[in-house]
């Protein structure tokens, strides 16, 4: 019986051999640590051997860079993005621009030269070179003129760039151990760690971190292979030294008129303009007109004008405008040309010296967004000579939309001394439905948006003195814009009643006539004074009006209220 036992005994203990091998061998295969390794140029996505990939901080981002003869490169889209968006290409004139408090530092596309102060010196490599159709900027350009760090590694191409050193998590290997895409063991291999190597901890899992490697390599290593977790603050890089856009901002509020002048004979109805005012100390004349694409302007500026308001104690801060002659000029063709702006600028800032005039208005409107960067740019430069002469420079805006941003108010805030906000066509000729001209929210977003991107003091909020007038017959909607006193005329002559409206904070009226629908949103003494409320709230630099001669005599007693504030 026993020996009949033994075949079967040994058939079971090798049954048990053989599933204990085959259990062994599920277990191994699971737990076991796989030596697949990754493909770093699919994992960093190369393209070419003049392809770099990037890593920003401690994250692989999709724009990439450019090795050219042993110098890194940026496209300027990408510079803008992330480093600095005052280098400007002047794609025309092959020039490559950055503009300082003082200078305008120039380089010609292609060439190892940049021109600064009127010197020229040579570099060890090209700063700015096209690559097809795109502009490519060397990193160590950049780099005189912002601080960051980079760092680039090979095989594959790759850099890594600090552009802010708040605190970070490192942490040394205990153990040689191995970087993988995926926290798992059978996730492949990135990159091999030694003992004693450095990482960044970028997150902590339960068994399994997220690290990145001294050379820029990020994946998943054991928790249990990391050792000393401590925080670590970095030295940030301070090489460039950002100079002081200085600005003419006065200790006072600023009370700014704006005169209309269609001719040289319109500068003598300024008595009549001013003669009702109160706490006015600025006006503005409409005297610089855009009228060629070469930067020329007619000009109907006056040596007895300016004389005149220094008597009364206004400064003179003239206008420059693109709306007389808007059918013949093209603004973008005058503002992407590097030698037109400094054209214009002359032009303009010779005019200011010759007739003693103390500061400059910009009111560029409908302003296209292709040309957002050559209008900003326009300003940078003509703040220059304004710094240098002591020009107040301010500049004229629409109330914020998004349709209004290449504007860059923010820009603007820093290079120019005053950043008006043209408070007001809320509702336009042209508009499809009749409104106020400027409700009181419509006032309170433009004021919030702007001082949330410039210095409260350097806004201005400008205030209609114009209602419009709306007419609606047989389905059509049409308004003129009249003054103040004609508005009041009108609402009387038509036996209108008007009552205070509080969504816009003005008084409102409506009439049928037949067929004809009147309605007004009248401005008035109240309604200026309850705008005049919401900009001493923000705290601005304050109040310019459009325009002279529309008003009553009774605004400069609210005016001259908040003047005193």
Sequence with gaps: ??????????????????????????LLERYSYTKDRADLNDYFHMSGDADVAIVLQNEIIEERARLFDGVYYMDLDTVHKYFNDRFYEDKGEGLLLYTLPDDIIRTVIGSSEMTAGGETEALSYIPARYDGETLYVALDYVKKYTNFSYEGFTEPNRLQIYTAWDERQVADIKKATSVRVLGGVKSEILEDLAKGDKVTVLEQMETWSKVKTSDAVIGYVENKRLTNIRAELPIPVTDYEEPEYTSITRDYKINLGWHVVAGTTGNDTFDSVVANTKGLNVISPTWFKLSDNNGGFTSFASQDYVNRAHNKGLEVWALVENIEYADSIDMYEILSSTTTRARLIDGLVNQVLDYGIDGINVDLEQISMDCGEHYIQFIRELSIPCRKYGIVLSVDNYVPTGYTDHYDRKEQGVVADYVVIMGYDEHYAGSPEAGSVASIDFVEEGIEKTVNQVPANKVINAV????????TSDGKLSSQAVGMDMAEEFVKSHNITVEWDEETCQNYGEIQEGTRLYQVWLEDEKSIEVKLNIMDKYQIGGVASWRLGFEKPEIWEIIEAYMNK
């Design 464 to 471: 209609p003195f114009y209602t419009r007038i709306w007419e």
């Design 1 to 26: 019986m026993k020996k009949k036992m033994i075949p079967v005994l040994i058939a079971i203990a090798l049954i048990i051999v053989v599933a204990g091998v085959s259990f062994g061998t599920i």
